[in-house]
């Protein structure tokens, strides 16, 4: 009787136990350690940044009954089940939307690329499936875009939104081209194709002319510049290209003088060719069905330096912005490398007198600060000191950059007039009252030669200049009178009265030995004037010249005077330069030195930057000095921009005009 008790209670408990077991099924769970990288990795990769479907949008599918793997050949039937479908929220169901039309866009696009031909519509429509309902859940899913702040899927769709944007506007864009060749204004248009209506316009750009390119920030990167400066938000970020204003003369100095393109052909400045963009779409509709029933919308495109935030279904929202792309790509094809070397040799291609570039759109609220680029050099010199102070937000919001282009073989003291009258034209067609806070308190900063050319700019010269150039001749009164009545508006003018603070940077302000001797004079030899510029001066040769003095022989043409060239007023002996070393800067002017040695263990005095002494970039009287172990380009360090940048923001607040908070850094 116990052996059939104890058989019938081992029975039970093995049914019991098979019962559990059936009750469990397969699916028993079991733990696994993941590494913190693996797990933000899958937390935050998609199908932009791996080619594959989100974990959200994954676990929403598997919600419906649906294997997100079977998703990626049948995108068509998942976007279709997912819309359909209950289980999920509204807020889920349409992040998942979005990213499953991304999917199919980005399929097509691949489709298209095989088949060697331009985006098809299947693409278009989808990548404006992908922005709607993006734009869906970002402001009509019942929570705002502040209140899913933190959230990493917000994020995701916000660069589904972006990215769609980005491909929708390029289509646009080129239809806008079309318009325009056809006699319309480029600048809005109207598309009715596939069901949809699509409004464009481009005026809060300010463009002057039909663009051009217009290329994704996102699609460029740049070799030669240290930083990319961004700002996240939502948009596309672009850079519309316009067509470059030609700045040189293309026929060589041997060619007839009718044959040329007159001076007055060359323009006086011009915005950068290049500008960023931000683009965004706007749906039509008050409610979430109005916003998926229909298909109208439009494209709005922006300044980003000039617009920050901007207002969507009642929502302030951040405006992407690229600050770097357009700049880059400017001087990635403006091929000033070549051409400031043409220009120092007097060869075809080059130029012949100053431009003035705005790195930005002129704005009259922003103060100016100037750039005055070296001998043989550009404004490319300037690349990643502009780019730093542009991606310096405070100084974005309070300066605006501008840089002057010039030829770099004429006279020091012709290209002072040159630029200064070239710089003051340039105010004046903006802001011809002369009121306007970019009209005031300037900041020059200038490299090299550049650096001599804002001192005498910032000068009083009296006669100092002009005795200077006469020292040496014998002239008579009346030849003198003249040669001074010509020189007058060169060598005596009052001082730039509209600039707050200058910054000399590696500047011989008292000359160079290197210029009067090894390659300095070989190279000095080899700079030639254009005819623009030697026949402009030829009556003052003339003047010059000692009428009793014998016109034939070798050696008598030796003694004739010429027009020096940069090279000459860089020696330290040139009369000029002695001069404009001892010229006072007006009075009250704060000014800055960055000057760069090349040997830390040679004492200061004696030390140089390879070109330039210590003893010639030295100015007595200079709110800092900033001494930097670098070569004379000092001005493509780190530590030359910080220092600039240092020097910026202390003006800011010397005039109240910091930002609540916020302290200029340190030296």
């Known amino acids: 009787m116990s052996k059939h008790l104890g058989a019938h209670r081992l029975m039970r408990l093995l049914l019991v136990t098979v019962l559990l ?19 933000t990795a899958a937390k935050r990769s998609d199908v932009l940044s791996s080619g594959k479907l989100g974990h959200a949008t994954q676990e929403a599918l598997q919600v419906i009954g649906i294997d997100p793997a079977t998703c990626v050949k049948q995108t068509a039937d998942c976007i279709s089940q997912m819309g359909q479908r209950p289980g999920v929220s509204n807020e889920v169901r349409l992040a998942a939307l979005a990213e499953l039309w991304t999917l199919s866009a980005l399929a097509q696009a691949e489709v298209d690329r095989k088949a060697g031909g331009a985006a098809s519509q299947i693409a278009g429509d989808a990548w404006l499936e992908t922005a709607r309902y993006a734009y869906a859940y970002l402001f009509f899913s019942g929570r705002t875009p502040s209140q899913r702040a933190l959230e990493d899927r917000q994020l995701q769709v916000r660069d589904y939104y972006n990215h769609a944007v980005e491909q929708v506007t390029s289509g646009l864009f080129e239809r806008a081209r079309e318009q325009a060749a056809a006699g319309g204004s480029g600048t809005g248009i109207h598309v009715a194709e596939q069901g949809w209506k699509i409004t464009a316009r481009y005026d809060a750009l300010g463009l002057q002319s039909v663009p051009r390119s217009m290329m994704a920030a996102s699609s460029i990167s740049f070799a030669g510049l240290r930083s990319t400066y961004r700002r996240d938000g939502f948009g596309a970020e672009l850079v519309v290209v316009m067509e470059p204003q030609r700045l040189t003369v293309p026929l060589a100095d041997t060619e007839p003088e009718e044959r040329r393109s007159p001076a007055s052909n060359v323009p006086l400045f ?183 050319l804002a001192r005498l700019m910032l000068s009083t010269p009296g006669d100092s200049l002009m005795e200077s150039v006469l020292a040496g001749f014998a002239l008579d009164d009346q030849r003198r009178e003249r040669v001074q009545r010509r020189l007058g508006p060169i060598l005596r003018y009052q001082p730039q009265a509209n600039v707050s603070r200058a910054i000399f940077i590696a500047s011989p302000h008292q000359g160079t030995d290197i210029a009067n001797r090894g390659l300095g004079n070989f190279i000095g030899k080899l700079v030639r004037l254009p005819l623009t510029i030697l026949g402009g001066f030829a009556d003052v040769v003339q003047l010059l010249a000692d009428p009793t003095a014998a016109s034939e022989g070798e050696g008598d043409d030796k003694q004739k005077p010429r027009v020096p060239n940069s090279i000459d007023n860089l020696k330290a002996t040139d009369p000029f330069i002695r001069a404009a070393a001892g010229l006072p800067l007006r009075s009250g002017l704060p000014y800055h030195s960055i000057i760069a040695r090349r040997d830390p263990a040679v004492a200061l005095e004696q030390s140089d930057d390879g070109l330039v002494p210590y003893w010639s970039a030295h100015l007595s009287g200079a709110q800092s000095e900033k001494v930097i172990t670098a070569w004379h380009s000092v001005q493509e360090t780190p530590e030359a921009v910080l220092e600039v940048r240092r020097i910026l923001h202390e003006e800011l607040a010397e005039d109240g005009d910091l930002p609540q908070g916020l302290q200029p850094a340190t030296p």
């Open 270 to 452: 011009s915005e950068m060719p290049a500008v960023n963009a931000t683009a965004v779409l706007r749906f039509a509709g008050n409610s979430l069905e109005q916003i998926l029933a229909s298909r109208e919308l439009s494209l709005e495109v922006y300044a980003p330096e000039r617009t920050q935030t901007i207002s969507m279904e009642g929502n302030t929202v951040p405006l992407a912005a690229n600050f770097t792309a357009a700049y880059g790509l400017w001087l990635a094809d403006a091929g000033f490398a070549t051409e400031s070397l043409r220009t120092l040799f007097g060869r075809s291609e080059g130029i012949t007198q100053p431009h003035i570039y705005l790195m930005q759109p002129y704005d009259p609220d922003k103060r100016i600060i100037f750039l005055l680029h070296g001998l043989a050099s550009s404004p490319e010199a300037w690349v990643n000191l502009v780019n730093e102070v542009t991606g310096d937000k405070v100084l974005r919001d309070k300066y605006q950059v501008w840089s002057v282009y010039y030829p770099t073989n004429a006279p020091v003291g012709l290209n002072r007039y040159t630029i200064s009258r070239a710089l003051n034209r340039t105010l004046a067609h903006f802001d011809p009252q002369g009121t306007a806070p970019a009209s005031q308190d300037m900041v020059f900063v200038g490299h090299s030669m550049g650096g001599i």
């Open 21 to 39: 077991g059936m009750g469990s099924g397969c699916a028993m769970v079991k733990m696994r350690t993941v590494a913190t990288p693996d797990f």
